[in-house]
T-cell receptor, first 118, second 111 residues
């Protein structure tokens, strides 16, 4: 599976500021995903980021709050804008294993970014 | 009804016992099923995937899928304290192709 890294690994931010999270993969991948995991909760998909096109956001998530870039096949960023304490979460990027058949896609996760908003 | 349901636990088993984790899903069109393990403070790690009805074994882990009953389970044989973690069931939804996670079951293996 691909090796995925994220920066920063954790941060403490003030209300009203923005944080950009980077996700780097050691191989080219078509599909990258951004998830949020709030304390004690499971994973919720924020958006799907494909290179060369606008990110596709899930219900409840909007581009103004979570702008995403995908400049190439190995890199993506997620920005959490105008943060509030409710944005305190773990943010995870994942990539899809492209060696599998349609309907058998497998996702692998990066180490996550732990964000605390004061 | 949640799309993917798991008992949040905690499920407590003694060391050496079999741990049985269960998951049900609502979308009959789902084709792919996954189990992720998540240690506290870490990201989810894929440990098993299954696509066909029946059992799939990998070391101490066995995934079981029953599409007619819409459930998938994970058995961990000879449980070890290092197996203590939250186990997340995930399903690729048939209609959207997106990976949907359950709430996770916390497993505690006591020495």
């Amino acid at each position: 599976s691909a090796v995925i890294s994220q920066k920063p690994s954790r941060d403490i931010c003030q209300r009203g500021t923005s944080l950009t999270i980077q996700c780097q993969v050691d191989s080219q991948v078509t599909m990258m995903f951004w998830y949020r995991q709030q304390p004690g909760q499971s994973l919720t998909l924020i958006a799907t980021a494909n290179q060369g096109s606008e990110a596709t956001y899930e219900s409840g998530f909007v581009i103004d709050k979570f702008p995403i870039s995908r400049p190439n096949l190995t890199f993506s960023t997620l920005t959490v804008s105008n943060m509030s304490p409710e944005d305190s979460s773990i943010y995870l990027c994942s990539v899809e294993d492209e060696g599998r058949s349609k309907g058998q896609e497998t996702q692998y996760f990066g180490p996550g970014t732990r964000l605390l908003v004061l | 009804q949640k799309e993917v349901e798991q008992n949040s636990g905690p499920l407590s088993v003694p060391e050496g016992a079999i741990a049985s984790l269960n998951c049900t899903y609502s979308d009959r069109g789902s084709q792919s099923f996954f189990w992720y393990r998540q240690y506290s403070g870490k990201s989810p790690e894929l440990i098993m995937f299954i696509y066909s009805n029946g059992d799939k074994e990998d070391g101490r882990f066995t995934a079981q899928l029953n599409k007619a009953s819409q459930y998938v389970s994970l058995l961990i044989r000879d449980s070890q304290p290092s197996d203590s973690a939250t186990y997340l069931c995930a399903v690729i939804a048939g209609n959207t192709g997106k990976l949907i996670f359950g709430q996770g079951t916390t497993l505690q293996v006591k020495p």
